[in-house]
């Protein structure tokens, strides 16, 4: 099972939109609907950002949307805010109850 | 309030085996589905293998680098969740986080432990 592959590095000033990418197969993010998004700062453990391609847990600001189009997804940040700045992580369901994750694009606020 | 508290890393010679748990309170622990992930030094997250609820006959599915050498299990009249691991090597090197899958489906990964991390040197 191969990472999905996502840009090395994004970067944007306050209040700046940026769109993150994962490109992966048909037998994953292609495949199915069950496409999350996961946000990491230094030191700290993941937290789930988006989940079912689209949806936002409660709490997690409405400047996080998703989409997917065919074997590729995406996060959008919109009004990019200090905070946002740490590593974010795609994943998908692959099938046979296995996952699968990008390989992280790190996001730098200007 | 969730919360799941992992234990049990250390440093391992290649070849060695150990025991990781994770400590869970806040929520009905028989029936989750709970996951292991790992992060190596500076690298991304990689799946490690999930344990349905007691409802599902806690069935196992395993990622394909550690099938055959890593077991999860849980003992539920104590909250805890388990992965022994066997015949380590070096790429095992990482911090184990252990999750609970909380929406319906056990799909995402919605809680996470602070991780515990596994060293496997000479």
């Known amino acids: 099972q191969s990472a999905l592959t996502q840009p090395r590095s994004v970067s944007g000033s306050p209040g700046q939109s940026v769109t993150i990418s994962c490109t992966g197969t048909s037998s994953d993010v292609g495949g199915y609907n069950y496409v999350s998004w996961y946000q990491q700062h230094p030191g700290k453990a993941p937290k789930l950002m988006i989940y079912d391609v689209s949806e936002r847990p409660s709490g997690v600001p409405d400047r996080f949307s998703g989409s997917k189009s065919g074997n590729t997804a995406s996060l959008t940040i919109s009004g990019l805010q200090a905070e946002d700045e740490a590593d974010y992580y795609c994943?998908?369901?692959?099938?046979?109850?296995?996952?699968?994750f990008g390989g992280g694009t790190k996001l730098t606020v200007l | 309030e969730v919360q799941l508290v992992e234990s049990g890393g250390d440093l391992v010679k290649p070849g060695g085996s150990l025991r990781l748990s994770c400590a869970a309170s806040?929520?009905?622990?028989?029936?989750?589905?709970l996951n292991w992930v790992r992060q190596a030094p500076g690298k991304g997250l990689e799946w490690v293998g999930r344990?349905?609820?007691?409802?599902?006959?806690?069935?196992?599915d395993y990622a394909a680098p550690v099938k055959g050498r890593f077991t999860i299990s849980r003992d539920d009249s104590k909250n805890t969740l388990y992965v022994q691991m066997n015949s380590l090597k070096t790429e095992d090197t990482a911090v184990y986080y252990c999750?609970?899958?909380?929406?319906?489906?056990?799909?995402?990964?919605?809680?996470w432990g602070q991780g515990t991390l596994v060293t496997v040197s000479s």
């Open positions: 806040g929520f009905t622990f028989s029936d989750a589905y």
């Open positions: 994943c998908s369901y692959a099938g046979s109850y296995t996952w699968v």
């Open positions: 999750i609970w899958a909380a929406r319906r489906g056990g799909y995402y990964f919605d809680y």
């Open positions: 344990i349905k609820g007691k409802n599902d006959r806690g069935t196992t």
